[in-house]
């Protein structure tokens, strides 16, 4: 049996997280590209929006797969909904830059995390689809990739600057990290290592913002996460 029956729920709960946050990605995406400076952005952001909503249905039927008494439920994570106000909030103030940094660069750099753990436990359980998963996480590292070149260039036109970023990284950086406490347990649930996978969520965000996080989280007089079980409501 490629997922054994006590995995199957917390696996069906975290790609229904995944699959919201493709949806997500997919509103943000589309809302981002009436925003766009010019005809090359907006045409990648159309395109991301077309493949958001495709790794939404893939993720649909790997639950419908899996565990279809799970198809439908609503991932019960404040910190993911939270982070979806705060991001409706930057692109109702047009602020395509906070929008850039908030989607395609921190929230997508945790979904290059959860899929590339995601995808050494498939492997290692021999489940089939692999070209597609492939496909995908490619996908997902040009959107992470577009979202990083657009901030970069930001700051060498010296429309914005790296500290003016990291303060507004802030606030998202804190949701994340209860997301990723929460995926933590479900990782421990099903025989992964969580500190193997929480240690990577720093790897995929640019040297500029984690040096000038860390330090400001350094100068805190205490960061206390509070975990949050991550449940499904049917
Ligand atoms: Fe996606
Ligand atoms: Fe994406």
Not at 26 to 53: H, I, M, V, Y
Not at 116 to 124: A, F, Q
Request: overall charge negative; proline content about 4%.
């Amino acid at each position: 049996m490629l997922v054994r029956h006590d995995e199957k729920a917390p696996v069906a709960r975290l790609l229904t997280f995944l699959e919201h946050g493709e949806r997500m990605a997919n509103e943000c995406a589309k809302a981002q590209a009436t925003l766009a400076p010019d005809s090359g952005s907006r045409r990648f952001l159309l395109s991301q929006a077309r493949q958001e909503a495709a790794h939404a249905v893939v993720f649909q039927g790997a639950i419908a797969w899996l565990a279809p008494r799970h198809l439908g439920c609503a991932p019960f994570l404040p910190a993911l909904e939270e982070y979806r106000e705060k991001l409706k909030d930057a692109l109702a103030r047009q602020d395509l830059l906070e929008t850039f940094l908030a989607e395609q660069v921190i929230l997508e750099g945790l979904g290059e995390v959860i899929l590339t753990r995601i995808e050494e436990g498939l492997v290692k359980r021999n489940a089939p689809f692999g070209r597609l998963r492939r496909i995908l996480l490619q996908q997902e590292e040009a959107h992470h990739g577009f979202g990083r070149r657009m901030l970069e260039r930001a700051m060498a036109e010296g429309r914005i600057d790296a500290e003016t970023l990291s303060r507004s990284a802030q606030g998202y950086l804190a949701l994340t990290d209860r997301m990723v406490l929460t995926l933590s347990d479900l990782f421990e649930s099903i025989d992964e290592d969580p500190s193997a996978w929480a240690r990577d969520v720093w790897t995929f965000l640019p040297e500029w913002l984690t040096r000038l996080s860390q330090e400001a989280i350094s100068c805190q007089p205490s960061a206390t996460v509070v975990p949050e079980q991550l449940r499904a409501e049917c």
